[in-house]
């Protein structure tokens, strides 16, 4: 992408909005693991890892997984997100490499929440509001 | 097929010792009786931080929230809410009166019970901090765009000033006021600095807000430069924030790619771009002064103001320089308005403020929340309460360079005005929360040592002074503690509070002034009694063997490695009170539980 002038930010950021919404295209499904400082000490690479190789392993290909900043849970580090339709988007902490293959299977494909790792969203999203 | 309802049980430690496992039980029965369990999951959550309501349950996706539940509260919830679809008001949560949060609740429509209001963290583990594309979406850039096209330098500085914010670096100065400054010098080439060293032990708001927000600081930095007059920005930030610094990188990156840094920015005739500069990680510059010395490659030493950096700073050329949690401010305050911003905190200190909650507290993190949020929220319905159910004994906010607040000013709303009449300050936003266990005098001793060794030696009552008070705590922690020192504490306090040359001197004996007010009796007792109430303070902790228990086995004897324990298997143990080091091996090695630790 080249430099852009006032009108294709304006336009960029549209599409992009509509983009996010629809939720990545094709992927309806999304995992946003925690990747600051404090998430990666806690092990949130082998976390996103492993959600990398279950999905792959189950074949499961509407799922993306992201990466975020520090989502200010830092004592149930590292911290996961989850997205998806006709499920609560759905916080968890303390996500191992273990925990999260449970994710995978509870939530994402038995579509229950996954008891014990389960926070609070600390406050509304003021861009939204 | 997913679920109708969920219903989230907090199983917090808390809640747990409150009949939640109780609560739980009786809703997976009620459920069941109803045959539901098709539609609704039971589900058992962590904390919600609110543990002085619990047990606490929510109901999702209705959002209800009840606290205070007792166990013959289920089957009205599952009748009334679950089935029939009305939330029971007798058991929501309400919020008692305060002024701060109910503002925010109406600016916002916010959610009652969510204490937090994030405007500084508002990307913050929402966005992929890599990718600007996912800034962009939400909003980001978009005050960019109105600054450019829409408003005058002058009119953002105005929006600024009446939006009242202020620096958030510690001193608290108006923001508005500072850009006015520089924008009124004029000078060929003025600079924009993000400083961002954050140096006080415990904080990293700052390191947080750029590894998840990185965009944010750019674009602010960039309308500065707009509103100022400024071409050239630099980040200031330590070298040991290696995540922070690779995430700056990508992002400059790619603004610039994008011509949002650069030559003719979105096609106007503005240019301005941004370049990292590495601190080495020493507090002092932290201050703005040497910040700006350590910047042009001189060695990190404060000089004297005025000049302000605002009229005369980097090389000389007027200079904004404020912190990163101001920064991530601005782009909202432009885009939703200052007067939007404005109604949200005390009459004084405008918005919000993000803590860094550490300590023993249950829920330690990254917090923000409106100003005037009180101590009390912060820590019992926001960080879920002191760890061990131990006592709330101080919480220490503005790091070394701040002060302790007792229980008695839970109840104060926590503003910069509050903080400062109260022997503290607001700092950049460390918070760390103390219990019955912790020795006032042991922590003071740790933020002198701390600004000891960070006093960069250049004015002799920084260096001088904070060295004696240092000796002065050592000889009262250790027990040669004499009530005249009581006075020299103080003496030596104000003195470097007057004659020191920057801020870091100035403020590093408020530790002690402020546990001298409010735990004087504690510092008393360690010099009066040889007692540190806490046992913390090892050299005043008494060893003895009780001989009611001792059964005479002599482990304590073999075991002690100075030879302190005399005795023999008839006459008992004794132990020689001047030899001891109290190194606490004899108590930890009998069985009968015969020694004690006074
Ligand atoms: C010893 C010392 C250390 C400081 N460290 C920091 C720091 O780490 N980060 C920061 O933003 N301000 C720090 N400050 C405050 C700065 O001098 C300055 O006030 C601040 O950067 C101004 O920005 P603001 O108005 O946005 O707060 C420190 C001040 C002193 C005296
Ligand atoms: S007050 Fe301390 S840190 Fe500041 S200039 Fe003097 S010696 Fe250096
Ligand atoms: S505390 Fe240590 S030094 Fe003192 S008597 Fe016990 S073992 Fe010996
Ligand atoms: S334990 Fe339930 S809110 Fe903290």
Same mark, same amino acid.
């Given at each position: 992408?080249?430099?852009?002038?006032?009108?294709?930010?304006?336009?960029?950021?549209?599409?992009?909005?509509?983009?996010?919404?629809?939720?990545?295209?094709?992927?309806?499904?999304?995992?946003?693991?925690?990747?600051?400082?404090?998430?990666?000490?806690?092990?949130?690479?082998?976390?996103?890892?492993?959600?990398?190789?279950?999905?792959?392993?189950?074949?499961?290909?509407?799922?993306?997984?992201?990466?975020?900043?520090?989502?200010?849970?830092?004592?149930?580090?590292?911290?996961?997100?989850?997205?998806?339709?006709?499920?609560?988007?759905?916080?968890?902490?303390?996500?191992?490499?273990?925990?999260?293959?449970?994710?995978?299977?509870?939530?994402?494909?038995?579509?229950?929440?996954?008891?014990?790792?389960?926070?609070?969203?600390?406050?509304?999203?003021?861009?939204?509001? | 097929?997913?679920?109708?309802?969920?219903?989230?049980?907090?199983?917090?430690?808390?809640?747990?010792?409150?009949?939640?496992?109780?609560?739980?039980?009786?809703?997976?029965?009620?459920?069941?009786? &109803?045959?539901?369990?098709?539609?609704?999951?039971?589900?058992?959550?962590?904390?919600?931080?609110?543990?002085?309501?619990?047990?606490?349950?929510?109901?999702?996706?209705?959002?209800?929230?009840?606290?205070?539940? @007792?166990?013959?509260?289920?089957?009205?919830?599952?009748?009334?809410?679950?089935?029939?679809?009305?939330?029971?008001? &007798?058991?929501?949560?309400?919020?008692?009166?305060?002024?701060?949060?109910?503002?925010?609740?109406?600016?916002?429509?916010?959610?009652?019970?969510?204490?937090?209001?994030?405007?500084?963290?508002?990307? +913050?583990?929402?966005?992929?901090?890599?990718?600007?594309?996912?800034?962009?979406?939400?909003?980001?850039?978009?005050?960019?765009?109105?600054?450019?096209?829409?408003?005058? %330098?002058?009119?953002?500085?105005?929006?600024?000033?009446?939006?009242?914010?202020?620096? &958030?670096?510690?001193?608290?100065?108006?923001? !508005? $006021?500072?850009?006015?400054?520089?924008?009124?010098?004029?000078?060929?080439?003025?600079?924009?600095?993000?400083?961002?060293?954050?140096?006080?032990?415990?904080?990293?708001?700052?390191?947080?807000?750029?590894?998840?927000?990185?965009?944010?600081?750019?674009?602010?930095?960039?309308?500065? !430069?707009?509103?100022?007059? /400024?071409? @050239?920005?630099?980040?200031?930030?330590?070298?040991?924030?290696?995540?922070?610094?690779?995430?700056?990188?990508?992002?400059?990156?790619?603004?610039?790619?994008?011509?949002?840094?650069?030559?003719?920015?979105?096609?106007?005739?503005?240019?301005?771009?941004?370049?990292?500069?590495?601190?080495?990680?020493?507090?002092?510059?932290?201050?703005?002064?040497?910040?700006?010395?350590?910047? *042009?490659? #001189?060695?990190?030493?404060?000089? %004297?103001?005025?000049?302000?950096?605002?009229?005369?700073?980097?090389?000389?050329?007027?200079?904004?320089?404020?912190?990163?949690?101001?920064?991530?401010?601005?782009?909202?305050?432009?885009?939703?308005?200052?007067?939007?911003?404005? @109604?949200?905190?005390? #009459?004084?200190?405008?918005?919000?403020?993000?803590?860094?909650?550490?300590?023993?507290?249950?829920?330690?993190?990254?917090?923000?929340?409106?100003?005037?949020?009180?101590?009390?929220?912060?820590?019992?319905?926001? =960080?879920?309460?002191?760890?061990?159910?131990?006592?709330?004994?101080?919480?220490?906010?503005?790091?070394?360079?701040?002060?302790?607040? %007792?229980?008695?000013?839970?109840?104060?709303?926590?503003?910069?005005?509050?903080?400062?009449?109260? =022997?503290?300050?607001?700092?950049?936003?460390?918070?760390?929360?103390?219990?019955?266990?912790?020795?006032?005098?042991?922590?003071?001793?740790?933020?002198?040592?701390?600004?000891?060794?960070?006093?960069?030696?250049?004015?002799?009552?920084?260096?001088?002074?904070?060295?004696?008070?240092?000796?002065?705590?050592?000889?009262?922690?250790?027990?040669?503690?004499?009530?005249?020192?009581?006075?020299? $504490?103080?003496?030596?306090?104000?003195?470097?509070?007057?004659?020191?040359?920057?801020?870091?001197?100035?403020?590093?004996?408020?530790?002690?002034?402020?546990?001298?007010?409010?735990?004087?009796?504690?510092?008393?007792?360690?010099?009066?009694?040889?007692?540190?109430?806490?046992?913390?303070?090892?050299?005043?902790?008494?060893?003895?063997?009780? %001989? *009611?228990?001792?059964?005479? +086995?002599?482990?304590?004897?073999?075991?002690?490695?100075?030879? /302190?324990?005399?005795?023999? &298997?008839?006459?008992?143990?004794?132990?020689?009170?001047?030899?001891?080091?109290?190194? !606490?091996?004899?108590? #930890?090695? +009998?069985?009968?539980?015969?020694?004690?630790?006074?």
């Amino acid at each position: 992408m080249g430099k852009l002038t006032l009108d294709d930010l304006r336009k960029m950021r549209e599409s992009l909005k509509n983009e996010m919404d629809k939720r990545d295209g094709e992927k309806d499904i999304r995992i946003v693991v925690g990747m600051g400082t404090c998430g990666i000490a806690a092990g949130a690479k082998k976390t996103l890892e492993a959600f990398i190789e279950d999905l792959d392993k189950r074949s499961l290909k509407n799922v993306s997984v992201k990466q975020t900043g520090c989502m200010g849970n830092c004592n149930v580090e590292p911290t996961v997100e989850v997205f998806m339709p006709e499920m609560p988007a759905t916080l968890y902490g303390n996500v191992s490499a273990d925990v999260a293959r449970k994710i995978v299977q509870k939530h994402i494909l038995e579509r229950t929440l996954l008891n014990d790792h389960i926070q609070d969203k600390p406050s509304i999203d003021i861009v939204k509001h | 097929m997913p679920y109708k309802h969920y219903i989230l049980i907090c199983a917090g430690t808390a809640c747990e010792s409150s009949h939640a496992q109780e609560i739980h039980d009786n809703f997976i029965k009620e459920i069941k009786d &109803r045959q539901l369990e098709s539609d609704v999951q039971v589900v058992k959550t962590g904390c919600f931080g609110f543990c002085e309501q619990g047990p606490i349950v929510k109901i999702l996706p209705d959002n209800a929230f009840y606290v205070k539940l @007792k166990p013959e509260d289920v089957k009205e919830i599952v009748d009334e809410n679950i089935i029939k679809g009305r939330v029971v008001q &007798r058991l929501l949560y309400s919020p008692k009166e305060d002024k701060g949060r109910h503002q925010m609740t109406d600016v916002a429509n916010i959610d009652f019970y969510q204490k937090q209001f994030r405007i500084v963290l508002r990307n +913050c583990g929402i966005i992929d901090p890599e990718k600007i594309d996912e800034y962009i979406a939400r909003d980001g850039y978009k005050a960019l765009e109105k600054v450019l096209f829409e408003m005058s %330098p002058t009119q953002v500085i105005d929006e600024v000033s009446r939006s009242g914010l202020r620096g &958030r670096g510690g001193a608290g100065f108006p923001t !508005g $006021l500072k850009w006015s400054f520089t924008q009124k010098t004029s000078s060929d080439v003025k600079y924009i600095v993000c400083n961002a060293d954050e140096g006080d032990p415990g904080a990293y708001m700052d390191r947080s807000t750029l590894e998840g927000d990185p965009h944010s600081i750019l674009e602010a930095m960039t309308i500065a !430069g707009y509103a100022v007059g /400024a071409h @050239k920005g630099y980040i200031y930030i330590r070298a040991e924030y290696p995540l922070a610094i690779e995430r700056l990188n990508i992002a400059i990156g790619q603004a610039r790619d994008y011509g949002l840094l650069g030559e003719k920015i979105l096609g106007s005739n503005f240019d301005f771009d941004i370049e990292i500069r590495l601190g080495a990680g020493a507090f002092v510059c932290g201050e703005e002064t040497a910040l700006l010395a350590s910047v *042009e490659g #001189e060695r990190g030493m404060p000089r %004297p103001r005025p000049p302000f950096p605002a009229v005369k700073g980097l090389w000389g050329k007027p200079t904004v320089i404020n912190n990163v949690e101001t920064w991530a401010n601005i782009p909202v305050i432009i885009l939703k308005g200052a007067s939007w911003f404005a @109604k949200i905190g005390t #009459e004084r200190s405008k918005g919000t403020k993000v803590f860094a909650l550490t300590g023993k507290i249950n829920n330690s993190g990254l917090i923000e929340v409106p100003m005037g949020t009180t101590l009390r929220e912060i820590i019992f319905d926001i =960080g879920g309460g002191i760890k061990d159910g131990k006592q709330f004994k101080a919480a220490q906010t503005g790091g070394p360079s701040g002060g302790v607040i %007792p229980a008695e000013f839970l109840d104060t709303p926590i503003d910069y005005d509050n903080l400062t009449a109260i =022997g503290s300050m607001m700092g950049s936003g460390g918070m760390i929360v103390m219990d019955e266990d912790d020795c006032i005098v042991d922590i003071t001793k740790f933020y002198l040592q701390f600004s000891v060794d960070e006093s960069c030696g250049k004015c002799a009552p920084c260096r001088i002074g904070g060295y004696q008070l240092l000796n002065l705590l050592e000889k009262i922690t250790s027990g040669r503690g004499e009530m005249a020192d009581l006075n020299k $504490l103080f003496k030596i306090s104000q003195a470097m509070q007057k004659a020191s040359l920057c801020g870091l001197g100035q403020t590093a004996s408020n530790p002690v002034l402020s546990t001298m007010k409010y735990f004087g009796e504690e510092y008393q007792e360690h010099i009066q009694n040889n007692k540190c109430r806490a046992r913390k303070c090892a050299q005043l902790l008494k060893f003895e063997i009780l %001989p *009611e228990k001792c059964v005479k +086995c002599g482990l304590c004897a073999k075991v002690c490695p100075v030879g /302190a324990i005399s005795g023999d &298997r008839e006459k008992g143990y004794v132990i020689d009170q001047a030899k001891c080091i109290r190194c !606490g091996q004899c108590l #930890e090695r +009998c069985k009968f539980k015969a020694i004690t630790r006074g």
